[in-house]
């Protein structure tokens, strides 16, 4: 037993006796206080109130699909349409009359040459005039001298046939003049030696766009001296261009002529150029193991330039696929999904893998199926809120 020996000690003993009886009084009357996962987890799951006339919601659907074959090719011009201007004949050139970017209708004047040809081919169309009025007339002479047995009848076949000649080297004379861009009427003129001179207009001999030029003022051209002869200008009809595209191998099976075939240039993705296939190449190139296929397309506004690289997409079927709109995909932190609807005011956050879009609708590889309910529209105002 232990005995208090002064009063101050009994007082202070007492005080801390009486603190201890009204903390345990206090601990038996005290409830324990619920924890906070207990309180969620009576609680009900949040709804989000969302007018609905804003919010579309809608199973996904299967749609048709092109199969597209993508590819890689490259602008040329229509060969159909495309005209490459030589020299008719040697000479000098006096003046250069089109410019690259012009546009050129039939018998527009390309350039002025100076040809000592043409004087050689005027005087040759002269001397064989000449040469088939004395004939005809020598012709003519024979067969009246047979008429009355003053000569053989071998004299008169030899006089026509000295007329047949005279006639035909006229005729190449003249055909020689119009190579030179000489008609019929200026050689009436020839005749009367009123047209002497030495030089040749160039003409288009149809219309388009110049789109190439290789001479210039001064420059002797030269005529039949070489194989390949120089191209002076280069006109082409831009309305339509070739898109040569390279299929490989395994792909070719697939490829068939007139299959429609989409253009996108890489500078403007958005601009399509529609056309289809009219050409497949029967040899397969040894260096990249792929075969030229060619589609015509109309060039809107001449965008699409020679040499260009573009993208190439060809139809080579359809097929049906699971799609949904657009507007109901959502990405975030590298997460595609989409939100799904449950009870009315829930909405449940759904990860899915799509693939390629189809005008305002996106295929669903993986995540939904026809059975779910999909927001399509709406749907950026409850991604927040759904779970």
């Known amino acids: 037993m232990v005995r208090l020996s002064s009063p101050v000690t009994r ?32 609680r009900e799951p949040p709804s989000v109130e969302v007018p609905a006339r804003v919010v579309t919601i809608s199973p996904p659907q299967y749609r048709t699909r092109a199969t597209l074959l993508e590819t890689g090719g490259k602008v040329q011009f229509d060969e159909d349409r495309l005209i490459r201007v030589h020299a008719p004949a040697s000479g000098r050139v006096v003046e250069v009359l089109a410019a690259p970017g012009d546009v050129v209708e039939p018998g527009r004047r390309l350039l002025v040459l100076d040809s000592p040809d043409l004087g050689a081919a005027k005087a040759d169309y002269l001397k064989a005039l000449s040469d088939a009025e004395r004939s005809d007339k020598a012709f003519k002479l024979a067969r009246d001298l047979y008429d009355v047995q003053a000569i053989a009848l071998k004299d008169v076949r030899d006089a026509e046939n000295d007329d047949r000649k005279a006639i035909a080297e006229r005729e190449r004379s003249a055909a020689r003049l119009r190579t030179f861009g000489i008609g019929d009427d200026r050689l009436a003129e020839i005749v009367r030696r009123v047209d002497s001179g030495t030089r040749i207009d160039v003409v288009a001999p149809r219309s388009g766009v110049v789109v190439e030029r290789n001479v210039t003022s001064g420059q002797i ?6 194989d390949t002869p120089l191209n002076l200008f280069v006109i ?11 299929v490989y191998e395994p792909d070719i099976p697939r490829i068939k002529l007139g299959q429609p075939a989409t253009v996108t240039p890489p500078c403007c993705p958005h601009d399509r150029y529609e056309g289809a296939v009219t050409y497949i190449s029967d040899v397969v190139d040894k260096d990249t193991r792929t075969v030229k296929v060619r589609v015509v397309v109309p060039n809107r506004g001449r965008a699409l330039k020679g040499e260009m690289f573009v993208r190439v997409a060809i139809a080579t079927g359809s097929n049906r696929v ?22 009315p005011g829930d909405y449940q956050r759904r990860p899915v893998t799509v693939g390629a879009d189809m005008d305002g609708f996106i295929e669903v590889l993986s995540g939904v199926t026809p059975e779910d309910r999909v927001v399509t529209t709406g749907s950026i105002l409850l991604k927040n809120a759904a779970k």
């Open 11 to 42: 007082i202070v003993v007492s005080r801390v006796s009486a603190l201890l009886l009204l903390a345990f009084a206090a601990g038996c009357d005290r409830s324990p206080v619920p924890s906070q996962a207990a309180v969620n987890a009576d």
């Open 221 to 226: 051209v030269s005529y039949g001296t070489s």
């Open 236 to 246: 082409a009809d831009l309305a339509h261009v070739w898109v040569l595209a390279d």
């Open 322 to 343: 699971l799609a949904i709109p657009q507007s109901a995909v959502h990405r975030e932190e590298e997460q595609t999904y989409v939100l799904v609807a449950g009870r």
